[in-house]
């Protein structure tokens, strides 16, 4: 059976959600939504190389910043076995940043995880801090905030929430958050073509980083999952 379970993880990032879910949240039961397995299967794609840049946008409450930012770098060190990955994980604010990165080493060197996937990577001592830890293939999670992402590069960007609200209603605020997204973030790439960015995010004003990827045509998969259905949209 505990044979059975580790397979399925490996071979399911939305198995390994429900497995992972009572070590980061024990005191929250775990409620599946729909919209859970159209964002695995989306990462699946980036996963596959039939994606490189996603977008995805998604009212708050709906563990977007768990999925993404937290569980889906666990799924691919260990589960998935590339541990070589590394991830530059933002945020409008360098606090959210910490804590989702402070969550994810929690789940990966939990009891549950080193059970099962200990033996494909083991931290290293002299990078493993709340902003950033690595692997000893080399791998490594930074977490930075929204603007502060020059010095770093990685296989796969994940932006969370680049705005905050009162910042996406700054016509300055936001016009520096979208110049640092267009002319900075490309160039944190290891491989312009093949590395990834994951843009997931709430929608705050018509101008913010999801209006300036959708009307630029910038070549994002766009996945837009509404927290009520509106038919003019199916």
């Known amino acids: 059976m505990k044979r059975k379970r580790k397979q399925a993880a490996e071979d399911s990032l939305g198995e390994f959600i429900r497995q992972a879910w009572n070590v980061i949240e024990p005191a929250n039961p775990y409620i599946h939504g729909w919209h859970i397995d159209a964002i695995a299967m989306h990462l699946d794609g980036i996963e596959d190389g039939d994606i490189n840049r996603l977008l995805i946008n998604i009212p708050p409450g709906h563990m977007k910043s768990l999925l993404v930012a937290v569980l889906w770098p666990s799924y691919l060190w260990g589960p998935r076995n590339q541990p070589h990955l590394r991830f530059l994980c933002v945020s409008h604010s360098q606090n959210l940043a910490i804590r989702d990165s402070t969550k994810m080493r929690r789940l990966i060197t939990s009891d549950w995880y080193q059970e099962n996937w200990g033996d494909r990577f083991t ?66 790439l290891n491989n312009p073509e093949k590395s990834s960015i994951v843009v997931i995010m709430q929608r705050l004003h018509e101008g913010d980083v999801s209006g300036t990827i959708l009307e630029k045509n910038l070549g994002y998969t766009h996945l837009m999952l509404p927290a009520e259905y509106d038919p003019l949209r199916s």
């Open 123 to 188: 931290l290293t001592s002299d990078q493993n801090a709340k902003t950033k830890f690595e692997n000893d293939h080399l791998g490594f999670r930074e977490a930075v905030a929204a603007g502060s992402i020059t010095g770093s590069r990685g296989d796969i960007v994940i932006i969370d929430d680049p705005h905050s609200v009162e910042s996406a209603a700054s016509d300055q605020m936001r016009a520096s958050t979208i110049e640092w997204f267009l002319e900075a973030v490309p160039t944190r």
